[in-house]
């Protein structure tokens, strides 16, 4: 199963590659790339255990942010970058904003909510 650690690595480490795309030519296997890694980030999302409606919110987030990147146009492709990259930040933001038990790390486990686990790393 899926948890908030593991997701907001991979954003992150998404985040870095088109950060980096900014800095140099970008090419076609790179973006590919990287819309591989968002594919399957939306796999790990549909593992959290969130409700429906926040998790087809952020599910139709990261597919707003393929189809921006697999515009074959490169016109304006920093622009699309940016966006794409601000979409991943409010994507942060809801993942953030779910309380999901963590698998790993340190748990808190508090004495009145004993179901409710946060996850020091999640959530310091």
Do not use: W, Y
């Not at 994507?91 to 486990?109: E, F, M, S, Y």
């Amino acid at each position: 199963m899926a948890n908030t650690c593991t997701i907001l690595r991979r954003i992150e480490k998404i985040s870095q590659k088109l950060a980096d795309l900014l800095s140099r030519p970008r090419s076609r296997r790179a973006v590919d790339k990287i819309i591989n890694q968002i594919r399957l980030l939306r796999g790990s999302v549909r593992e959290l255990p969130i409700a429906k409606k926040a998790k087809r919110d952020i599910l139709n987030r990261l597919a707003q942010a393929q189809r921006l990147l697999r515009n074959d146009n490169f016109n304006g492709a920093v622009t699309r970058i940016l966006a794409v990259l601000s979409i991943l930040q409010v994507v942060v933001l809801k993942v953030k904003n779910r309380r999901v038990p963590c698998a790993q790390g340190l748990t808190i486990v508090h004495p009145s909510k004993p179901f409710s686990t946060i996850c020091q790393i999640c959530d310091p």
